[in-house]
Every structure is written in C-alpha cells, then in structure tokens.
C-alpha cells in the first residue's frame, strides 16, 4: 500500500509520486468517480493510493518488458482503441442528440397498449427502523401524529431510513410480510411496525394500480427519453461511419474468415 508523504515529488505541483509517475491536481479530477459527488479526506487517500499501487505495479511490469508481448501489446492496443471511440462518442455523437418533449408524447401515445399492467401494483411512502424500541416509539406517535409528520421528526435520525421515490411495485417486488400488509390497505392508511430481517417497517399507500390499468406518461417518460436517445445514438453513430468510411476504407479478407470458420 503507498505510503503518506508530504513531499510534492520531483513534477510541479504533483500531489502524488509513484516512481517515475506523478499526480497532480487536475489529473485527479479525471480519475475521481464523477457519480459519486464529493470525497471525503479518507476517500481521497484510498483513491490516490490506489493510484500510486496501480501504478507501481504498472512500471514493475514495463521492467519486465511486459508491454512488449505480443498479447499484452494487442491488449493494449484495444484498450487503446476503446478509450478513443469512448472520446469520440462524448464529443462527436452525444451532443448531436437531440430529443423533443413531443416525440417523447408521440412514442407514448402510439404505444400505449405496451404500458398496460400486467400486475397489481402499489405506490408507497416508507419507513425502516433498527430498533423495536424505537420502532415502539414511533406506532405510539401514529396516534397523535400524521405520517407525513412522523417522517419529517425523523428526518435527521439516523437510525431511520426513509423509503421516497420508489415508483409502483408490484407484491412480487416487495418483501412477502410487507407485500401481506400493504396490499389491505387504503389510500392514505398505513401499516406497521412490519418486521423483517431488515427491522420494522411502517409503510403508507398512496395509490392502488390494478393489473389492467395503463402507466401513467409521468411513469414512464424517462425510459422512453431513454430508448429514443438510444435509436438517435445508433442513428448518428451510423451516419458517421458511413461517412468516415468513405475516406478510411474497410477491407476485410473475406477468403480468410471462410477458411477460418470451415477449420473450426
């Protein structure tokens, strides 16, 4: 594992020295997991230690003239090659794609009967606790409080989880007990505490979809932008290979690959 030093290393401004590469600021940017948001002090050191191990190990391998066989440098080469058509499709291909509120609408519409239900299903707000005590707490609180203000009570608890955003499920997609529970109740009642191996659960239906019933636009809109995105993606994608093509032939030897084939 690297060790912690304060030593800047031999490159301006580097942050970090692994033999004969080092790090600094703003190629840390393009190696932090862009997903993930903000690093803590702890994070950071694992990221760059990680970073100084890879690449010690990397420098013991080009040692040994390791990227220099034949399988390493054909691996190589793809990598190579994947890195720059990755490149080209962030700035070539994605900003060309452009998909309207409309067509979204129109994709909808035109295949509504593709978003029929094919099950019950339930939207819910959810609670999880850790603890029976104060999962105890909490169902003496129901009394006097709603849930939404329960929720919001609880807001900065850590032992409490809330459950938001989790779409419409279907008794398939939940636990069994909850599942047992959930599909009994009312809009706006609310059942719990429900123990599972998780802890104890107090869950509140917001809407009963039955099996049958059409998925509301609102529901399925991302997935559709999504598809849409992904047909303009190939559409474009496939346009500019035609084209580039044309200046870069491709020739494949055809006799080669029968040959080859037949022998396998």
Known sequence: ???????????????????????????????????????????????????????????????????????????????????????????????RIEIDSLNIREFYDERVDDYIRTRDEVKCEHLLVSSQELADSIETLMDTLSFDEIRKNFAENSAVQMGDNLGYLSREDMHPAIARRVFKLSDGEVAGPIETEY??????????????????????????????MDQEFHRIYNELLDSLSQAKPIIIDSAFIESRSNDN
């Open 1 to 95: 594992m690297a060790s912690v030093s304060c030593d800047n290393g031999h490159r301006e401004n580097a942050i970090a020295q692994a033999g004969e590469a080092s790090l600094n600021s703003d190629e840390l940017d393009l190696i932090l997991p862009r997903e993930s948001g903000s690093f803590g002090e702890s994070m950071l050191y694992q990221i760059v230690g990680n970073w100084a191990d890879e690449n010690v190990i990397a420098q013991a391998a080009v040692d040994m003239e390791l990227d220099k066989r034949d399988d390493v440098v054909i691996k190589l080469e793809e990598a190579r090659r994947m890195i720059l058509i990755s490149a080209f499709e962030q700035e070539v291909i994605i900003p």
């Open 199 to 228: 802890g104890f659960h107090f869950i509140k239906l917001l809407d009963f979809a039955p099996k049958g019933s059409i998925k509301e636009f609102d529901m399925v809109k991302q997935d559709i932008e999504n598809i849409l």
